[in-house]
């Protein structure tokens, strides 16, 4: 059988990365991003890393003992964006991709070097210079047999130049190195149970026989022996799966209870929803409008569609409608957003004898919206009565003038 070669593209404190991108004078600086509603740290730069910043600190405990350091509102929509420009860009290079987070992909690279005829050490550096020079994010690549052992190799790679190859021939000795809690696949039960029988190292995980992980761990204990020897045990499947679900919230960069400013970025949601469903060639009966109050008290509202839609020109009406029967003038929100479920693939629906021109149009001016933004930049037409161009400014500018 082939030997197989698997690549591991991880993108590097990857949210932080995203900001620095938009706003190059962050770099340098203990710059951290945190989870919705601002409750804690979710990313951090390496200079946030060496103030002592943990990962999953409370932004308010993370504030209080290091006050220096620049925290920022995260922008899933902006990391979104870039991930997909960095997936596209991946698929240059392989027609076997599995994306596993949003910010790293395994690709299949099996005989590339004989196509490219390069080795897999300078294939590592070229995919990282070219989506860091393309896109701008910075990316660690691993190269190695199996999943398992790239995703030791991309660890190493992220203090060893950003690219690091694990070989055939040198998978005993490096796997003399790694603590099995380092080991993808081992949780803490698994590290527990593991070291009561001896095992510490990754390496020590291949001196046990194989009726050792069939009895006490199963099949799944099995391939990970063989994940660690260089087989390919777990598979890529370069298989896409369509979302169930999609959602966009963002907390607001400053608290507000102005109902033009709420709705606009209302609808800058709405427009991104819309958009994502487009791309996935989706559509929606079901939406939802979500507001988030300064002191964390949730409202949700839910309309249900005798049809389904991806137009935000279809949908703006009725999140309006729903915004309207949440809205308080007398209080504060932090956070909005809009949530589209029971998602229908476009070409299963069954189109009506007498279907709606109205609504197919509106559709139809939508997908125009889309090339016109993929031709000039996000926002370049306004919709709704704000405009997503203007709502995007207003952050920029909030940002450009923010104190820390």
């Not at 620095?20 to 990313?43: E, F, R």
């Not at 370069?238 to 919230?249: A, D, E, L, M, V």
């Not at 949700?300 to 137009?311: M, P, Q, R, Y």
């Not at 279809?314 to 998602?343: C, H, Q, W």
Request: with cysteine.
């Amino acid at each position: 059988m082939k030997e197989k070669i698997i690549a591991l593209v991880d993108g590097n404190n990857f949210f932080v990365s995203c900001e620095i991108l938009m706003n190059p004078s962050l770099k340098g600086k203990p710059v951290c991003v945190l989870s919705n509603n601002d409750g804690c740290v979710i990313s951090r730069s390496y200079e946030a890393k060496k103030l002592g910043i943990k990962m999953g600190q409370p932004y308010f405990l993370a504030k209080k003992d290091f006050p220096d350091a620049i925290y920022l509102s995260a922008n899933f929509g902006v990391y979104h964006e870039l991930s997909q420009r960095m997936i596209e860009k991946l698929q240059n290079y392989s027609d076997k991709l599995d994306v596993y987070s949003i910010d790293e992909a395994f690709l299949d690279l099996t005989g590339l070097d004989k196509i490219l005829k390069l080795s897999f050490d300078e294939i590592a550096k070229l995919i990282k210079n070219d989506i860091e020079n393309t896109i701008g994010v910075s990316v660690s690549v691993g190269i190695a047999n199996s999943k398992t052992l790239t995703k030791i190799a991309t660890h190493k790679a992220k203090s060893q130049n950003g690219t690091y190859v694990i070989s055939k021939e040198n998978i005993c000795s490096e796997l003399k190195k790694i603590p099995i809690e380092e080991v993808w696949g081992i949780g803490r039960n698994i590290s527990r149970s593991l070291k009561s029988y001896g095992v510490f190292s990754a390496f020590d995980i291949l001196n046990k026989d194989d009726n050792f992980y069939k009895i006490h761990y199963g099949k799944k204990g099995l391939e990970l022996k063989y994940e660690l020897l260089g087989e390919s045990v777990i598979p890529l499947t370069g298989i896409f799966t369509k979302p169930k679900s999609i959602q966009r919230t963002k907390a607001f960069p400053k608290f507000s209870k102005d109902k033009k400013y709420i709705l606009a970025e209302i609808e800058l949601h709405l427009h991104n929803v819309c958009r994502k469903l487009r791309e996935y060639n989706l559509q929606t009966d079901s939406i939802y409008v979500m507001l988030r109050t300064k002191d964390f008290r949730v409202f949700v509202l839910e309309e249900k569609l005798d049809f389904s839609t991806n137009s935000e020109l279809i949908l703006t009406p009725i999140v309006k409608n729903l915004f309207d029967k949440m809205y308080d003038k007398e209080i504060i929100y932090r956070s909005a957003g809009v949530y589209a479920s029971n998602l229908i693939d476009t070409e299963k629906i069954q189109l009506e004898f007498f279907q709606n021109e109205i609504k197919n149009k509106k559709e139809q001016i939508s997908t125009i919206i889309d090339k016109i933004d993929n031709k000039y930049g996000k926002g370049y037409l306004a919709i709704g009565q704000i405009g997503i161009k203007s709502i995007q400014e207003k952050h920029k500018r909030e940002m450009r003038h923010r104190t820390f």
